[in-house]
């Protein structure tokens, strides 16, 4: 297959149950219309479990400091598989 961008060679990989295509030079991700649907349901899925655990953003206030930077081990959302 061919990218439609920069004519570069894409290749198929799957993420979780969807298959998407990747440009090997533009790093273009591109799929069908109903893997699109998919993966909306895979990421909606992934966040489903993790409401209850979510606590609330505190006030900005002038004394603090900045927060540490965030972990790449866990995934922050499903479609983040796409692109890490």
Known sequence: M???RCQETMH???VGEVSVAQCAG???IFLARS???ALTEAERD???GSG???TALPRITADMTA???ASRSTPRSYLQRLFG
């Open 26 to 28: 533009c790093q273009g």
């Open 52 to 54: 209850p655990e979510t």
């Open 35 to 37: 893997e699109l649907g």
């Open 46 to 48: 992934f966040h489903a």
């Open 12 to 14: 198929t990989r799957n």
């Open 2 to 4: 061919t990218c439609p």
């Open 67 to 69: 927060p540490p930077p």
